[in-house]
């Protein structure tokens, strides 16, 4: 495997042979899960701490069940109750999780930039779960294995991300990825919710439904960042799914076999109509989750091999 990162702190650093390695070997997992024996010895005798200082479902549940499928002794810590809120400094939360000797160490966090801090502190790998607006690269990792798995390739693919782009870490993290294999991206959605100098970043920009999802192989719709909006950005839900909600109507200029995704958790009627998010022909919703399981196995496992050896030299 061709993996030489110490940590997983987002997709900018990957090379594309490093963005391989994860999804090949999380298609091993793909198969593993599904079998009647989940469990590999991957990290037995590893500690992994899981810290999330926002709150989360899928994403927490998904690399809690990674850890104990791969035979770690894992730990979430509550961050609602924990130190910080008392006023303890990250770098003391840092010096704190030293001396448990941790491992493998899971952050989500609300500032960017907030996990790299803790990577250069602790004595252990570190995963980025998502910080701020900067990335969120397990997420992006298992959006590529989703769509490899649909279309056989990552290269050379129309790929439209719809909706608020300018608060989504996800999207950035889709954007570098995609990137990295010649994928054509569009970003779509309204002004207001399109970053400043996007253009610029090789992708291209539609403020128009319909003329951002023509031809497309993949839709991928983002739901509003209601909690890190400060103020106005769309007249109302009703008129941004008049416009930019994902519809039947609109998913028809898209190619015939053009797959819909989401990262959830989705607004049912505000960015995708429910029909189409259920639409078992169309949707792969449900498959980007079963693959986060795969994903987060793959790059634990990965740094894993790398902590090994590092500490053994």
Same mark, same amino acid.
């Given at each position: 495997?061709?993996?030489?990162?110490?940590?997983?702190?987002?997709?900018?650093?990957?090379?594309?042979?490093?963005?391989?390695?994860?999804l090949d070997l999380a298609q091993d997992y793909?198969?593993?899960?599904?079998?009647?024996?989940?469990?590999?010895?991957?990290?037995?005798?590893?500690?992994?701490?899981?810290?999330?200082?926002?709150?989360?479902?899928?994403?927490?549940?998904?690399?809690?069940?990674?850890?104990?499928?791969?035979?770690?002794?894992?730990?979430?810590?509550?961050?609602?109750?924990?130190?910080?809120?008392?006023?303890?400094?990250?770098?003391?939360?840092?010096?704190?999780?030293?001396?448990?000797?941790?491992?493998?160490?899971?952050?989500?966090?609300?500032?960017?930039?907030?996990?790299?801090?803790?990577?250069?502190?602790?004595?252990?790998?570190?995963?980025?779960?998502?910080?701020? *607006?900067?990335?969120?690269?397990?997420?992006?990792?298992?959006?590529?294995?989703?769509?490899?798995?649909?279309?056989?390739?990552?290269?050379?693919?129309?790929?439209?991300?719809?909706?608020?782009?300018?608060?989504?870490?996800?999207?950035?993290?889709?954007?570098?990825?995609?990137?990295?294999?010649?994928?054509?991206?569009?970003?779509?959605?309204?002004?207001?919710?399109?970053?400043?100098?996007?253009?610029?970043?090789?992708?291209?920009?539609?403020?128009?439904?319909?003329?951002?999802?023509?031809?497309?192989?993949?839709?991928?719709?983002? *739901?509003?960042?209601?909690?890190?909006?400060?103020?106005?950005?769309?007249?109302?839900?009703?008129?941004?799914?008049?416009?930019?909600?994902?519809?039947?109507?609109?998913?028809?200029?898209?190619?015939?076999?053009?797959?819909?995704?989401?990262?959830?958790?989705?607004?049912?009627?505000?960015?995708i109509d429910g029909t189409i998010?259920?639409?078992?022909?169309?949707?792969?919703?449900?498959?980007?989750?079963?693959?986060?399981?795969?994903?987060?196995?793959?790059?634990?496992?990965?740094?894993? *091999?790398?902590?090994?050896?590092?500490?053994?030299?």
């Open positions: 495997m061709t993996f030489r990162q110490n940590h997983l702190l987002g997709i900018e650093p990957l090379a594309p042979d490093e963005i391989t390695a994860i793909v198969a593993l899960n599904r079998g009647p024996e989940k469990h590999s010895r991957a990290l037995a005798g590893l500690t992994q701490i899981n810290m999330f200082f926002e709150t989360s479902t899928r994403t927490q549940a998904s690399f809690e069940i990674a850890g104990l499928r791969l035979g770690a002794d894992v730990m979430s810590m509550s961050m609602e109750a924990s130190s910080i809120k008392k006023g303890e400094t990250l770098i003391d939360t840092a010096l704190t999780l030293n001396a448990m000797h941790p491992d493998l160490l899971v952050v989500r966090h609300p500032h960017s930039g907030a996990v790299g801090l803790l990577a250069q502190k602790v004595d252990c790998a570190v995963l980025n779960a998502g910080d701020g *607006r900067h990335e969120h690269p397990t997420q992006a990792l298992l959006d590529a294995l989703t769509i490899r798995r649909a279309k056989g390739r990552l290269h050379r693919l129309t790929v439209a991300i719809c909706g608020d782009i300018a608060h989504s870490r996800v999207a950035r993290s889709n954007i570098l990825l995609l990137g990295k294999m010649e994928s054509r991206i569009r970003l779509v959605g309204p002004p207001t919710l399109i970053p400043a100098g996007a253009a610029d970043w090789g992708v291209e920009v539609c403020h128009d439904m319909h003329a951002g999802l023509e031809g497309a192989d993949v839709v991928m719709m983002l *739901r509003l960042q209601k909690e890190r909006m400060d103020g106005g950005f769309i007249p109302s839900e009703r008129e941004y799914f008049h416009r930019y909600g994902l519809d039947a109507a609109k998913l028809a200029r898209a190619k015939d076999d053009a797959i819909v995704m989401h990262p959830g958790p989705m607004n049912r009627g505000v960015e998010a259920d639409d078992i022909n169309r949707s792969v919703i449900q498959e980007q989750v079963e693959m986060g399981v795969a994903v987060r196995m793959a790059a634990m496992d990965l740094l894993a *091999r790398n902590l090994r050896a590092a500490r053994a030299a």
